[in-house]
């Protein structure tokens, strides 16, 4: 894999989803490599190649046998800095990100609705603007716009090479060098470590889509991350979040949907790897399509765990999960490539993914009350519901 330190949070006013669109252009080919070689050749010596984008980093990779390494390697490190794109291939796969976007976003009501929500989220910081983009700003996206991206973040100094599988590593780190290692250094604009206005009131949205069937309700809370605020929280806040909604013995599950009935979906989530601000969401699908009761029960659950925090079973039983988990991602190559090239392209190390069992295993009660009162504060909260259209026939599309 080859991870490179910029993504959506990088780009330029009216120009939103040029890291995804580069991130398309880079198959296009090189002098040594033509256009839509790349794959091709990938293919035909039995392995499989993709990538993708996040607001914080772009990522490639190619899965192949370990005697095809100097292939892959030699052809990523070329198309690091010797990309070719025509104005043909431009038109034709900015037209393509288009109905990318169309298919998953604008046919997606669920996904228009989670982009309501970080633009309602986030007042300032970059994290508000779509990974793909607005459509408004693909359809101006430049051959001279992405080969300027590139020529401004695309270089082995702004860039993490991992390597999984069936090698030793003093011959890859040779092979390195003698692919990557040649390519001279560049200056590369420095990240900016965007910050997010204070939230002084709670938010609210509703967005209503004939196409929704089944109303749902969520509500985020600003929260810190490894990289952004209170960092010493973001441990904990990964226990608490297992514990509130991990699953059907969750605190949520049992209490909304077991015991009150007022709901036949209830889980959380949270996520603290991004260079910025992160945030710890609750969703529920209510029952009978009526959120009326919702919000109170939910701050009944995270009231008593912000008070009196959890039992020595619900700390135990998330922790062993969240422990299972990493061990179960770490079983393939690909899950361990994602694992520490997400953690070193956000400012972590090595050493920080193998201390992290550890560090869950030394979450305490005491952590989770901390954790809850600094993150469940009303003032920072976004409250979104997706609802049906009354009287609109049942869609298509479930929430």
Same mark, same amino acid.
């Given at each position: 894999?080859?991870?490179?330190?910029?993504?959506?949070?990088?780009?330029?006013?009216?120009?939103?989803?040029?890291?995804?669109?580069?991130?398309?252009?880079?198959?296009?080919?090189?002098?040594?490599? %033509?256009?839509?070689?790349?794959?091709?050749?990938?293919?035909?010596?039995?392995?499989? +190649?993709?990538?993708?984008?996040?607001?914080?980093?772009? /990522?490639?990779? @190619? @899965?192949?046998?370990?005697?095809?390494?100097?292939?892959?390697?030699?052809?990523?490190? &070329?198309?690091?800095?010797?990309?070719?794109?025509?104005?043909?291939?431009?038109?034709?796969?900015?037209?393509?990100?288009?109905?990318?976007?169309?298919?998953?976003?604008?046919?997606?009501?669920?996904?228009?609705?989670?982009?309501?929500?970080?633009?309602? @989220?986030?007042?300032?910081?970059?994290?508000?603007?779509?990974? *793909?983009?607005?459509?408004?700003?693909?359809?101006?996206?430049?051959?001279? &716009?992405?080969?300027?991206?590139?020529?401004?973040?695309?270089?082995?100094?702004?860039?993490?090479?991992?390597?999984?599988? =069936?090698?030793? #590593? +003093?011959?890859?780190? !040779?092979?390195?060098?003698?692919?990557?290692?040649?390519?001279?250094?560049?200056?590369?604009?420095?990240?900016?470590?965007?910050?997010?206005?204070? @939230?002084?009131?709670?938010?609210?949205?509703?967005?209503?889509?004939?196409?929704?069937?089944?109303?749902?309700?969520?509500?985020?809370? !600003?929260? %810190?991350?490894?990289?952004?605020? &209170?960092?010493?929280?973001?441990?904990?806040?990964?226990?608490?979040?297992? *514990?509130?909604?991990?699953?059907?013995?969750?605190?949520?599950?049992?209490?909304?949907?077991?015991?009150?009935?007022?709901?036949?979906?209830?889980?959380?989530?949270?996520?603290?790897?991004?260079?910025?601000?992160?945030?710890?969401? *609750?969703?529920?699908?209510?029952?009978?399509?009526?959120?009326?009761?919702?919000?109170? #029960?939910?701050?009944?659950?995270? /009231?008593?765990?912000?008070?009196?925090?959890?039992?020595?079973?619900?700390?135990?039983?998330?922790?062993?999960?969240?422990? !299972?988990?990493? *061990?179960?991602?770490?079983?393939?190559?690909?899950?361990?490539?994602?694992?520490?090239?997400?953690?070193?392209?956000?400012?972590?190390?090595?050493? =920080?993914?193998?201390?992290?069992?550890?560090?869950?295993?030394?979450?305490?009660?005491?952590?989770?009350? #901390?954790?809850?009162?600094?993150?469940?504060?009303?003032?920072?909260?976004?409250?979104?519901?997706?609802?049906?259209?009354?009287? !609109?026939?049942?869609?298509?599309?479930?929430?």
């Amino acid at each position: 894999m080859a991870w490179y330190k910029v993504g959506a949070t990088e780009e330029f006013a009216g120009k939103t989803g040029l890291a995804h669109f580069l991130e398309h252009l880079m198959f296009k080919g090189t002098d040594k490599v %033509p256009s839509g070689e790349f794959s091709k050749t990938v293919s035909r010596n039995g392995g499989q +190649d993709n990538a993708f984008t996040s607001s914080d980093y772009t /990522a490639y990779f @190619q @899965q192949v046998a370990a005697d095809k390494l100097p292939l892959v390697m030699e052809m990523e490190a &070329d198309r690091m800095v010797n990309l070719k794109i025509a104005e043909d291939e431009v038109n034709a796969e900015r037209d393509v990100v288009i109905e990318e976007r169309r298919t998953r976003t604008e046919n997606s009501p669920p996904a228009l609705f989670r982009e309501q929500m970080d633009a309602v @989220q986030f007042l300032s910081h970059p994290y508000r603007v779509p990974v *793909i983009g607005w459509m408004r700003d693909i359809e101006t996206l430049t051959r001279a &716009d992405a080969l300027g991206f590139y020529k401004l973040h695309y270089a082995p100094n702004n860039a993490v090479v991992v390597v999984v599988g =069936d090698v030793e #590593a +003093d011959a890859v780190k !040779a092979l390195a060098d003698k692919t990557y290692g040649v390519i001279p250094r560049k200056t590369v604009p420095p990240r900016i470590a965007s910050v997010e206005a204070p @939230q002084l009131a709670a938010r609210e949205l509703v967005m209503r889509d004939a196409r929704v069937s089944q109303a749902s309700w969520v509500r985020t809370y !600003a929260a %810190p991350s490894y990289q952004y605020g &209170d960092s010493k929280l973001a441990v904990p806040a990964e226990v608490l979040n297992e *514990i509130l909604g991990g699953g059907t013995t969750s605190r949520l599950y049992q209490t909304l949907v077991v015991e009150k009935q007022l709901a036949i979906e209830a889980g959380s989530s949270y996520g603290g790897s991004g260079l910025g601000p992160s945030t710890f969401g *609750i969703s529920v699908r209510p029952r009978n399509d009526d959120p009326a009761p919702i919000p109170a #029960a939910v701050e009944a659950v995270i /009231a008593e765990v912000a008070k009196n925090g959890v039992t020595d079973e619900e700390l135990k039983r998330a922790k062993n999960s969240l422990k !299972a988990a990493a *061990i179960y991602a770490r079983d393939s190559g690909e899950g361990l490539a994602n694992i520490f090239g997400a953690a070193l392209v956000t400012g972590r190390t090595v050493q =920080d993914v193998l201390s992290w069992p550890d560090k869950i295993e030394a979450v305490t009660n005491a952590d989770i009350i #901390a954790a809850a009162r600094a993150v469940f504060v009303p003032e920072r909260s976004v409250t979104g519901m997706l609802l049906p259209v009354p009287g !609109a026939p049942p869609g298509p599309e479930h929430p």
